[in-house]
């Protein structure tokens, strides 16, 4: 639904698109990616719709994206079991029943055949490796990004500055 939602961080968000719209928009061309934002409650069970949507998605080559637990909601539903993965840990998805186990990496951010996963730790890799799947901006730009927030270092703002100028203006 379109109901508002807190991740696990507390972050708010509001979906702008209920599940059942998203084809649409990946048929047409429109829908870059979905984020699946992660939280504690994809060890539950349920999200089924959630789970059909990122197979259709998947079909139609849209790439999807998932951090902390929402990794959990992918292993779960098998979408794990034959990619190169990584979440908070080898050991929290060991219950969800996936048979993926020798495929987990542990490093911050997994991109395999169309899913980029990420442990809720390393949010800042995780949305700079969307940014480079999505191609919503240029890779320099999301190079420069993850280098600024990820040190601080006013040279990489200068990059990215140098980046976002560079893209405007072409």
């Not at 998932?66 to 979408?79: D, K, M, Q, V």
Request: hydrophobic share 45%; aromatic share 6%; charged share 20%.
């Amino acid at each position: 639904g379109l109901a508002p939602v807190r991740s696990l961080g507390g972050l708010p968000l509001s979906p702008a698109a209920d599940l059942d719209e998203l084809m649409p928009l990946a048929d047409d061309g429109s829908l870059a990616a979905l984020v699946i934002p992660g939280g504690n409650h994809y060890t539950e069970g349920g999200h089924e719709r959630l789970a059909g949507t990122v197979a259709d998605l998947l079909a139609r080559d849209v790439p999807v994206a998932a951090i902390c637990g929402a990794t959990y909601l992918l292993a779960r539903n098998g979408f794990l079991d034959e990619r190169r993965h990584t979440s908070n840990a080898a050991d929290f998805l060991k219950p969800s029943g996936y048979r993926g186990g020798d495929r987990y990496i542990d490093v911050l951010t997994v991109t395999d055949r169309g899913i980029t996963t990420a442990s809720g730790v390393h949010a800042v890799p995780f949305t700079a490796e969307v940014m480079r799947v999505t191609g919503l901006v240029p890779t320099s730009m999301a190079d420069a990004w993850e280098a600024l927030f990820l040190s601080g270092d006013e040279k990489h703002y200068a990059a990215l500055m140098e980046a976002s100028s560079a893209w405007q203006n072409a």
